[in-house]
């Protein structure tokens, strides 16, 4: 069976820096598209970053385009995060997903996902 687990998070000042990892049993990253959203307390959740080895890419929301790396170990079945230069905005529970549909942020077109990782950024 499919596990994901996210680990990572934790409290940093603004202009610091977070990597999150991410887990993923069960799953061939050469079928699957790997993501990271996040989702803070009123807010709908979004898109962050994704990557798709068959695609040969990665796609970053606008709001951490420069500042979040996504990147991948395929022998460890593993996916990360780097966070650089954080904002207070940045705050959020991060999930990481894994899909079959491809390159996409779009939440709906993942089917596994994570219990999540708390990120908060003070000022």
């Known amino acids: 069976q499919v596990q994901m687990v996210e680990s990572g998070g934790g409290l940093v000042q603004a202009g610091g820096s977070l990597r999150l990892s991410c887990t993923a049993s069960?799953?061939?990253?050469?079928?699957?598209?790997m993501a990271w959203f996040r989702q803070a307390p009123g807010k709908e959740r979004e898109g962050v970053a994704t990557?798709?080895?068959?695609?040969?890419?990665?796609y970053y929301a606008d709001s951490v385009k420069g500042r979040f790396t996504i990147s991948q170990d395929i022998a460890k079945n593993t996916v990360y995060l780097q966070m650089n230069s954080l904002k207070p905005e940045d705050t959020a529970m991060y999930y990481c997903?894994?899909?079959?549909?491809?390159?996409?942020?779009?939440?709906?077109?993942?089917?596994?996902w994570g219990q999540g990782t708390q990120v908060t950024v003070s000022t």
């Open positions: 990557i798709y080895s068959r695609s040969g890419g990665t």
């Open positions: 069960s799953l061939s990253f050469a079928d699957y598209a």
């Open positions: 997903a894994a899909g079959a549909s491809g390159l996409t942020l779009s939440p709906r077109r993942y089917n596994y």
